[in-house]
């Protein structure tokens, strides 16, 4: 089942009389269930593909179907109704409230989004279930390890039910072992339905997902999936 499509897409910036093409005609295709590594040298492009998938900006040419509905024309208002619907964010630093536990700070999007506390609740608890977290509701983070933190925030992204999670370096701040149950955690998202985006500079890292896709100078220039299910943990 295609979940984005993308075809012909241009994202040029003007930089005085200059014109950087950020991502120069691009094509491409994700399914649901994938799970998808990003990589490619800084300036590539990859942070202007990933907030144009994720609905924070818009081609200035092409077509972009997410999920049935063509996203490249919409206003403001639309991108945000579609991004709070389809889009969990993960990044390389948590973005967590110190002060409060893994329940508060998980089910923060929905106090913003007026959901009321035990819908919030319970959604938050099985979030935090479905990252292995369950045990740790009432933890803050500076109570948990780095890999703990990054699945509460991994939970938190996980809270509106999104078709695809975003994750921009999500195992930068993580050593290896950590960063392997990270991987681990996204595979059995994507087993469950998710399609996983994920920029990575690491090599051993993209090569726990399913698909590499490589990008130079706004384009792309490899896009291969694993002949076998890589291995896991
Ligand atoms: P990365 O760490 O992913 O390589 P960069 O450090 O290149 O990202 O850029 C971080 C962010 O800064 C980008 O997502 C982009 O929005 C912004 N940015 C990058 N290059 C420029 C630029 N030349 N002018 C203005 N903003 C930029
Ligand atoms: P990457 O994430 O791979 O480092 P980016 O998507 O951040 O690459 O940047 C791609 C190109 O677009 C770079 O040349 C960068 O300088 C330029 N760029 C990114 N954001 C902006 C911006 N807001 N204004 C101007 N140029 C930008």
Redesign the pocket.
Known sequence: ETLIRMRSLC?Y???GDQQ????DNIDLTFLRSEYVAIM????????????IIGCLDTPSSGTYDLNGENVADMDDDELARIRNREIGFVFQTFNLLPRLNCLRNVELPLIYAGVDADERQQRALDALQRVGLGDRVSHKPTELSGGQIQRVAIARALINNPSIILADEPTGNLDTATSRDIMAIFSELSDSGNTILL?THEEEIAHYTRRIIR?RD?KIESDSTAQHQSQQG
């Not at 950087?20 to 991502?23: D, G, H, K, Q, S």
């Not at 490619?40 to 990933?50: C, F, N, R, V």
């Open positions: 994202r910036y003007e930089m950087v093409r950020a991502l490619g040298p800084s300036g590539s492009g990859k942070s202007t593909l990933m907030n920029i990008m706004g």
